[in-house]
């Protein structure tokens, strides 16, 4: 069974993918999403891909910068660059139940314009 840093390198390279299908096995069904900057609440896996999949585009390149975990907790830090609403690190941290991802909250910070 993958642990949860495995979980979550799988799903933001599947994000910047946009192979949604491959998230699919990634997902808790009963997953929770939190993005608490924009107060966003999601609940099931099918809703947190449904979000991820129709949200504008083009939202930019995400490049994993590190993940730390350890057994089923992970975090990740994320450049995003390139997207519609200018460069961002995203920090992400989740945590995995019967080998799939259950829990995430996702902090979304934009960069300064230089």
Known sequence: MP?????????YESFERRDWDACVPLLHPEAVYDAPRTAEHLDGGDSILEYMRTYPEPWGELSILRIVGDG?????????TGGQEGEFRL???WTARDGRLYRGVEYWTPLPVS
């Open 3 to 11: 642990d949860a840093a495995a979980l979550v390198r799988q799903l």
């Open 72 to 80: 089923d907790a992970a975090a990740a830090e994320i450049a995003v």
């Open 91 to 93: 920090a992400a941290f």
